[in-house]
């Protein structure tokens, strides 16, 4: 998938914005606080409808505009789309090909971006409702299914807790059937992506810090372990959640962690370090890792390309990962992405296309 043209109207710092990129490595360099992050921001927009530094869209709206404005033309093998988007500080619109997107479901197994940003790396590393949010993401992109089990899942959700607000549980037991039906679909589906992205994470987090422990995802349900159990444990908190008035316990409250194994301990089980003790440059060099991965197991699963956003991701590293990462990035066939404040000679000697942004504006 590649982007060929962006045109904005009062996003962010940007009055009036029209550009084109180049399909492989695009190099947007300038100053702290010039806009780099929010042309990329757009970008992001535009493919997933939402952003990876707020949930708040009416910060997007530039200051003393009532709504913004975001459109692109996305490539995908020989076919051309046309994308627009109007934000305002009430929500959002959406067109493809001129026809209006009524569903969000309708759109997000179109495109697919992923993206290292320090404000996504702060609020993934810190609150678990982003990482679920960032995972639904990436497994509603890829398979339908997963969509389909998610929205029937809060649909009972929903009529649960709504239930528990009442006060009248006559009709608890049934909901939770329900719940409990919802929720075994959903985690299979997390379980098996997690085993499967962890024959590809340990490898690529070695590759480009050296160093000899594996990095795994793990996942941690917040039902316990046997998912055929569901009902028992639901029956067990009945009396807490009557008392809290919602769901206590489901796919709403699981969490996915990091963390390192020494090399040779039979599935990182015995001697994992977890990633609250990971420091900041080690937290970057795994998070790069992870999204490296996740391009991977998406190329091969689906045989797509997403676009790579990499916002500010070289600083703070070593010069081995720097490198590393650099390498890894020449040797892709995707569109990326990469804001610097500094010319970055590797990728300019490999023909990278070089955008200079200065205070909203595309200067060269």
């Known amino acids: 998938m590649v982007i060929g043209e962006l045109a904005a109207i009062d996003f962010r710092n940007y009055a009036q914005l029209r550009t084109s990129f180049g399909e492989r490595i695009n190099l947007l360099v300038g100053s702290n606080g010039q806009g780099k992050s929010n ?33 692109g033309l996305i490539h ?100 939770n059937r329900l719940f409990a039906e919802r929720s075994r679909a959903i985690m299979f589906c997390r379980a098996a992506f997690v085993e499967e992205l962890n024959t590809l994470l340990p490898g690529l987090f070695s590759g480009l810090t050296g160093r000899p422990e594996k990095l795994l995802l793990r996942y941690r349900p917040s039902f316990r372990e046997d998912p055929d159990g569901i009902e028992g444990q639901l029956r067990e908190v009945r009396e807490q959640e009557a ?50 991965a996740l391009d991977r197991f998406l190329e091969g699963r689906k045989g797509f390309r997403p676009i790579i956003i990499l916002d500010d991701a070289f600083s703070e590293l070593d010069a081995r990962v720097r490198a590393a990462v650099a390498s890894h990035l020449l040797g892709m066939t995707h569109q990326i992405f990469i804001t610097t404040t500094e010319r970055l000679e590797p990728f300019q000697a490999a023909g990278a296309r070089v955008m200079e942004i200065r205070a909203g504006q595309v200067v060269s």
């Open 39 to 71: 042309l990329v921001e757009a970008i992001y927009f535009l493919l997933h409808l939402d952003s990876f530094r707020t949930h708040d869209w009416a910060q997007l709206v530039r200051q003393g505009q009532r709504r913004a404005q975001v459109q």
């Open 243 to 292: 008392r809290v008035g919602y769901a206590v316990l489901g796919p709403h409250r699981d969490d996915f962690r990091m963390g390192t194994a020494c090399a040779g301990v039979e599935d990182g089980t015995e001697a994992e370090r977890p990633e609250r003790q990971f420091s900041q440059g080690e937290y970057r060099s795994a998070l790069l890792a992870l999204t490296l």
């Open 76 to 175: 995908v093998d020989d076919i051309t789309d046309k994308i627009r988007v109007e934000i305002t500080r009430q929500g959002r619109r959406v067109w493809w090909n001129d026809e209006p997107i009524l569903r969000l479901s309708d759109y997000v197994n179109r495109t697919f971006a992923l993206v290292f940003n320090p404000d996504t790396l702060y609020l993934y590393r810190h609150i678990p409702a982003e990482r679920r949010l960032f995972y639904n993401r990436f497994l509603s992109f890829l398979d339908a299914a997963y969509v389909h089990e998610l929205v029937q899942f809060r649909q009972v959700h929903a009529q649960k807790n709504s239930l528990l607000k009442s006060g009248n549980l006559s009709g608890l037991e049934a909901w």
